[in-house]
């Protein structure tokens, strides 16, 4: 019986929405059991609620030994904010839980990855129930907490693999929250940015990947027009980028701001299965 | 008599635009020669030209020892694509130049000033014609090279300082390109970006900016409206992040995407008044 604590280290997302989730986990998940914080609802200018509000949540979730996974409720920005101090804070009991989430969550989903505190995922979360056909979003992730594994992203093999949103991870680069990823397979995903904001983007992150086993472009959507067109593709770019870098351009990956996006645990999804 | 040679790293200008400064220049700097080379009106997608082409002018530019400076067209985006061989390819003549634009021209202002190649400087672009008052903006730099100082940043003092669009040191972070800042006064600027990303690029610019002398603000203008209002303003964020790395925070700074932008010489202002 999982019992799943979602709080939104980021923006909030609203109480109807949160009862379609409850509702649809309660009829089609019954083992599966959700416990939104409050917090998820709070507002505060751009924010779920101010830093600290936001901290006191993330470490109420992950530091309660009564639940088995803290699944973030929305992305949108702030996590960045406190994730620096949120894993600093972390005892025991955040060790042994699943986080779930992507986008702006990445930022925590690094962040514990870098010092090992339990198993990050890349899964949809609760607020992707307002995309169109956002129901299959949530079940799948609903799913994975229940233990299934078909909504795993399809190209997963041997490797360590991680899922990033692109400018999360360029981001990330360099900072104290920046994890590891030395032979790691790095997908990453877009939305709503200029292709020349992907081309530098990706000038920027693939200076920062020498020793990745590979990197896999996810879906990067909703490309604003420019006044002129860029002259090139996000794939076109993606490759471009990694060959100055000699890193290994392995294909696309099945993941993105939209209600396909598949599940990616970080590390070893093999040994993630076996456990 | 200073010799100026102007190429385009990164978008177009247009012969128009080009010959109301040469007017300008001719009429009011007569001692000052420009020369505009026709790769700045050049068009392949996004960029004046191709990679190979964009290198090329400035390399020509650069390289021959007939002019005094190296004057950017332009910003927009292209210059980091160039950047590293650009510098990498320049010979002696290149050492005895002044290299002058912002915005995008910061990739190779900062590799400059990383390999200690001329005398790179925050100044007014040929482009800048077309802002509302852009006249006073070129006249400023042209001023410059013509051995005028009044149009330096006035909080210009002891420390060595460089001045950069936000974006753009963000993007040279960690990369082969980033300058060593160490007890420099680091001036940034930004443009039509949202208050939640100016943030975001503070969390990811801080992080890199240990050992600097300080932090100023220059203007950052044209924020776009958001769905809701982020809850602080940007000199609150860069106060804020300044402050979790221990970062002194100095004030503001006279330079911007506008026809007020001063100039900056990298390094010691005092230096290269003495030249």
Not at 247 to 257: E, K, P, Q, R, V
Request: glycine share 10%; aromatic share 8%; proline share 5%.
């Amino acid at each position: 019986m999982p019992r799943v604590a979602i709080c939104a280290p980021s923006t909030p997302m609203t109480r109807a929405d949160a009862a379609i989730v409850a509702a649809l986990a309660e009829a089609e998940f019954p083992a599966v059991e959700l416990h939104f914080h409050p917090q998820c609802f709070e507002s505060e200018g751009h924010f779920a609620g101010s830093d600290e509000v936001r901290l006191a949540a993330f470490l109420e979730c992950a530091n309660d030994p009564a639940f088995d996974a803290v699944w973030f409720a929305r992305g949108g920005y702030g996590a960045c904010r406190i994730a620096e101090e949120a894993v600093a804070k972390l005892d025991h009991a955040a060790q042994d839980k699943q986080y779930l989430g992507y986008s702006d969550a990445g930022y925590l989903l690094g962040a514990l990855y870098r010092e090992k505190i339990g198993r990050p995922v890349h899964a949809p979360m609760p607020n992707d129930i307002r995309r169109v056909g956002g129901e299959a979003a949530v079940r799948r992730a609903l799913g994975y907490l229940n233990g299934a594994r078909e909504g795993l992203e399809p190209s997963l093999d041997r490797h360590p693999t991680v899922a990033f949103n692109l400018i999360t991870l360029a981001m990330l680069c360099g900072t104290r929250l920046m994890p590891r990823l030395a032979n790691h397979v790095v997908l990453v995903e877009e939305v709503s940015e200029h292709l020349y904001a992907i081309d530098r983007l990706f000038f920027h992150l693939t200076a920062h990947l020498g020793g990745i086993a590979g990197l896999r472009l996810g879906r990067v959507s909703d490309v604003p027009e420019n006044d002129r067109p860029f002259g090139s593709d996000a794939e076109a770019i993606a490759r471009d980028w990694c060959a100055r870098h000699a890193i290994a351009y392995l294909g696309d990956a099945d993941i993105g701001h939209d209600a396909d996006n598949k599940i990616v645990p970080f590390g070893l999804a093999g040994r993630e299965q076996g456990q």
